[in-house]
């Protein structure tokens, strides 16, 4: 949605984009990319107050879950939030896994949740 948002403040018809009727320079992809990442990284901070406290795996983990998702879907794994802020990354890994997310994204959650419980110690 954000993409979309950005695009049409560039003066771009997003359905254009879509249908592949326009292509999209370099410069443009970078720019979206850099704005992508830089909401996911606020809307992980804001979701995980403690954030920059974690480990620097896990940051990496919860930014990316945060592109995935976004900020209200994210909001839905309460557990996971929990056990991060308490630093429980055992847990938090487990209650990634444990979701609709993990099974439709499979080894990109596997990948993530193992990000998370390397920092177990």
């Known amino acids: 949605k954000d993409n979309k948002k ?3 403040g560039m003066g771009y018809n997003v359905n254009d984009v879509i249908a592949g009727k326009v292509r999209l320079t370099e410069p ?3 720019e979206l990319y850099t704005t992508s990442i830089a ?3 606020k809307d992980a901070a804001k979701w995980v107050p403690n954030l920059d406290e974690q480990p620097e795996s896990v940051q990496k983990a ?3 879950m945060s592109f995935n998702l976004g900020a209200s ?3 839905g794994f309460v557990k996971t ?3 991060l802020i308490n630093k429980d990354y055992k847990e938090a890994s487990k209650q990634m896994l444990d979701s609709d997310w993990a099974k439709q994204v499979g080894k990109r959650a596997k990948n993530l949740s193992a990000l ?3 920092a177990a110690s």
Do not use: G
């Open 28 to 30: 443009v992809i970078q």
């Open 6 to 8: 950005i695009l049409a």
């Open 116 to 118: 998370v419980l390397s």
């Open 62 to 64: 919860i930014i990316d």
């Open 73 to 75: 879907k994210l909001a």
């Open 81 to 83: 939030r929990e056990a």
């Open 39 to 41: 909401k996911a990284t």
